[in-house]
């Protein structure tokens, strides 16, 4: 199979914009964190559905059932040594982010989601080996990044950052992106060499950890309306389901 450069380059063009005009409603309105913590369940629904109703079997379909699980580990393992031991990163968002006015919790939040983002760039790249692991990795990070950008740009406000400096530093989080995904052009003839299962299994266990680490903690830290967060966690799952039924 050739690898549709071009394709990813139109991919990676949709994730920037994305990102961008996720950033643009909390410089315009005040949105609630009840609001905020509703669309992070969203997209921590997205991200299940792309694991465990497309990576997984992609993984299992092309490869031994070691493989494909040593794979997976391996993806959470790693961004569990980015974020947690390399970085150090503070939680995605913020506990207290209806109040918390300190800047250093914007710049730790940047930190981690510009990790996020890079590895999940690189996770898209190795998963054009095959257009339709591609295609769905695609849409899972379509599904959460403007809710990071909207997420980073709402601590920023409430950090008391200006206008000029949080557009700049939006602006280099939705780039991280597209550079993690394009550094993979040059390795893209020979990935598809590599078993799907690698590929997908890595992506996998990167996504596991960014669900179960940070979203789903976080859109559910709340006692109250439990209930529908979980009914925008299961939209997001649909939507990768009608996706899958779809012959994505």
Partial sequence: MEINTPKLILYVLGIFFVALLGAVPPLLKNWNS?????????????????IFL???????????ETLASSMVLS?????????????????????????????IVGMAAMIGLSAHSLTEGISLGLGMADEGVGFVIFLAIIGHKSIDAFSLATIFRLAEFSLK?????????SLMTPVGALITIPFLGT??????????????????????????????????????TFVWLILGIFIMFLIKIGGA
Avoid: W
């Fill in 165 to 173: 400096k949080t557009a700049g530093l939006i602006l280099l989080l």
């Fill in 191 to 228: 990935m598809k060499e590599i078993n799907l299962a690698v590929t997908a299994g890595l992506t996998a266990g990167t996504f596991l950890y960014v669900t179960t680490m940070d979203l789903l903690p976080e859109a559910f830290h709340s006692e109250k309306e439990r209930a529908s």
């Fill in 34 to 50: 009840r609001q905020l913590h509703l669309f992070i369940a969203f997209g921590a629904g997205v991200f299940l559905g792309a």
């Fill in 75 to 103: 993806g959470f393992l790693l961004i569990l040594l980015i974020e947690r031991i390399i970085f150090g990163s503070h939680k995605v968002h913020c506990d207290d982010l209806c109040g918390h006015r300190h800047a």
């Fill in 54 to 64: 497309h990576l997984l079997p992609d993984a299992l379909s092309e490869g031994t």
